[in-house]
């Protein structure tokens, strides 16, 4: 099964509860809320307010993407907040394991993120731990960007080691995920695919969450063949 977590960073926040509804009925199974702090990415959005009445419109998963230094000090805020899954980026985390082992001890989903620049192999000895593995397709910070070809690479040897280890993990991309790239990182073996641009368009949310969910389900079906 394929999962899109539709971006709200793109939605119209005057009427988010709308935007979020519409992604729901053509078929996205997780709000993905991209939290920036000015420090590790170039941007600001937002925190735990926002999460919490994302919490109030819908019973989806809420995938809470921190692009924040020192992400143990908003745990406890977010898990309040009602977020599900939690993922860092491995980038900030001197303490990986425990940084994960924490989000899991406040009853949410660990999960990790790894920049454009950061190699799959420092995740190595924390895959058994998590919920699912952020390959960042862009480099973090702004929606509306041009994806990386050259990290379908990483999900390729996730997806590898996955197999090998015989471990449960689900693969996520996130960055520049469109109609003309969804098929290329299934293939490579992701499950979770992030959109943000490609479908909060207005008038046509429903619908472009539809056409992603169709043509991600029929490159997974073109996978088993
Ligand atoms: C970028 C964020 C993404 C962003 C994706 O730093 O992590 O989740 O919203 O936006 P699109 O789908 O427009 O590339
Ligand atoms: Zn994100």
């Known amino acids: 099964m394929i999962d899109l977590a539709f971006s709200i960073l793109a939605a119209d926040f005057t009427r988010l509860g709308e935007d979020i509804a519409a992604a729901e009925r053509g078929g996205g199974s997780a709000v993905h809320i991209d939290v920036m702090d000015g420090h590790f990415v170039p941007n600001i959005t937002f925190g735990p307010p926002v999460v919490e009445s994302v919490r109030r419109v819908t019973d989806l998963p809420l995938d809470c993407h921190l692009m924040i230094e020192e992400p143990d000090r908003y745990i406890a805020d977010f898990a309040k907040a009602g977020a599900n ?121 429903e619908a472009n969450a539809r056409e992603f969910v169709r043509l991600a389900e029929q490159a997974r079906k073109k996978v088993l063949v």
């Open 85 to 205: 899954w939690i993922i860092v980026h491995q980038e900030v985390c001197r303490h990986l394991h425990r940084t994960l082992s924490e989000i899991k001890a406040h009853g949410m989903e660990p999960a990790v993120a790894i920049n454009p620049a950061t190699p799959v192999e420092t995740l190595e000895e924390v895959l058994g731990l998590v919920h699912h593995v952020l390959v960042m397709t862009v480099n973090p910070g702004f929606g509306g960007q041009s994806f990386i070809p050259k990290c379908v690479d990483k999900v390729r040897h996730l997806a590898r080691l996955r197999e090998e280890q015989g471990l449960g993990f689900r693969i996520e991309v996130d960055g520049g995920i469109a109609p003309a790239t969804v098929e290329a990182v299934v293939d490579a073996g992701a499950d979770l695919l992030v959109a943000g641009s490609a479908i909060f368009l207005p008038g046509r949310i």
